[in-house]
């Protein structure tokens, strides 16, 4: 089992930038995927990003290329998601999630584990 918890959201203004923070506990999670995704209100959940296991790959939805950057540490069981250029079109519940196979996956389904979430609103 892991537990994850997510933590950095807020309220800003376009342009700004925010880091999210996902810590796991539970068992290491060095091996496996960890993504993101988000959630508006009335909308499907949405693929962010994902880092495979230990970083070795990672990629975005075309919406947030070039914005935002996932890193991980590993010494700490934690990922980040650092969301640079913020849009009000970014408003959303943001989740982590940890799969338990080793390749990436766009796919919400994929993912057995995830977070509470964490809100995060940009004003225009």
């Known amino acids: 089992q892991v537990q994850l918890v997510e933590s950095g959201g807020g309220l800003v203004q376009a342009g700004d930038s925010l880091r999210l923070s996902c810590a796991a506990s539970?068992?290491?999670?060095?091996?496996?995927?960890v993504a993101w995704f988000r959630q508006a209100p009335g909308q499907e959940r949405e693929f962010v990003g994902a880092?495979?296991?230990?970083?070795?790959?990672?990629i975005y939805a075309d919406s947030v290329k070039g914005r935002f950057t996932i890193s991980r540490d590993n010494t700490k069981n934690t990922v980040y998601l650092q969301m640079n250029s913020l849009k009000p079109e970014d408003s959303a519940v943001y989740y982590c999630?940890?799969?338990?196979?080793?390749?990436?996956?766009?796919?919400?389904?994929?993912?057995?584990?995830w977070g509470q979430g964490t809100q995060v609103t940009v004003s225009s």
């Open positions: 880092n495979s296991r230990r970083g070795g790959n990672t």
């Open positions: 539970g068992r290491p999670f060095s091996n496996y995927p």
């Open positions: 999630a940890v799969r338990s196979l080793l390749l990436i996956s766009t796919t919400p389904n994929d993912y057995p584990y």
